[in-house]
């Protein structure tokens, strides 16, 4: 799991944060972290999280997002056990999932809710479902007071550019081609990063123990109209040197193997259950998020490590950028 410390710079002089680096699966360090701090709530973020590289190496995935999670839940109940009263009463485990453990949907199903059975595609979909059901199951067995969140998919300040809204900002202005994956009409619910932090703290607030809340963003979109969107901002907030338009960087790559065609939440139920609904917009939130990666370029650089340069250029093969829709998608 990558992080970058320079995201938390803002907490450096606050008391009330403490950084520790560690490993989600390292039982010694969990325990020693929950009897120093007595937590009156444990969130669990910790996930690789990236489908392409669950493809390529799914053996972190495995690791992190199911041994992790169990090392967690371990330790978090035997925490949990020895608490009393009050403070046992009130704890809460609130475990981060993603709608891509429903599977894919067709152009005219239904939204997932809360009760879509599981269909992962995926290896990091797989995991997620595997850590799903180990906290469900801590719930049901254990009575360890969980909550679980599905999340559609974030966008937003600070997004690692391997993720589809940052890797087009920064490869635009870089003069990159723009790799869209076969013929981009796959369709994705937004959800600007702020909205889901405050769906997380109202459902951590108020939210049932045991219970699972979709979280969306009720902006479904396909692909290619989020490319399409982001190089018209960027075409209007910083124009290319030679007046042609962002959009002329598109470059279809050939698809995904087993690219879930749809992806759609209903969060309905944790706005009729707990008040909450997204603040943003998708033109709203996508806006700030091109502002931000404008403002922010040494951010952008010193995430570009050498690594992940060789990363980008191994999974969408620029050399291949010839490659038109419909032969992307075959």
Known sequence: ????????????????HVFVKGDIGDS???A?????????????????????????GPEDFIQTNIVGTFRLLEEVRAYWSQLEGDA?????FLHVSTDEVYGSLGKEDPTFTETNRYEPNSPYSASK???????????????????TTHCSNNYGPYHFPEKLIPLMIVNALAGKPLPVYGDGQQIRDWLYVKDHCSAIRRVLEAGKAGEVYNVGGWNEKPNIDIVNTVCALLDELQPRGDGQHYREQITYVKDRLGHDRRYAIDASKIEHELGWKPAETFETGIRKTVQWYLA??????????????????????????????????A
Do not use: C
């Not at 929950?34 to 390529?56: C, G, K, M, W, Y």
């Not at 980008?312 to 050399?319: G, H, I, P």
């Open 296 to 329: 922010n370029p040494e951010w952008v650089a010193h995430v570009q490590s050498g690594a992940y340069r060789e990363w980008t250029n191994k999974q969408y093969a620029y050399e291949h950028k010839s490659v038109k829709p419909q032969e992307a998608a």
């Open 32 to 56: 020693s972290l929950l009897a120093t701090h007595q937590p009156r709530a444990v969130l669990n973020f910790a996930a690789e999280s990236h489908v392409d590289r669950s493809i390529h």
């Open 88 to 92: 046992k009463q009130v704890f809460r």
């Open 28 to 30: 010694g360090l969990l």
């Open 1 to 16: 799991m990558r992080g970058n410390l320079e995201n938390l710079a803002s907490l450096h002089a606050d008391k009330h």
């Open 129 to 147: 479902a595997a850590s799903d059901h180990l906290v469900r199951a801590y719930h049901h067995t254990y009575g360890l007071p969980v909550l």
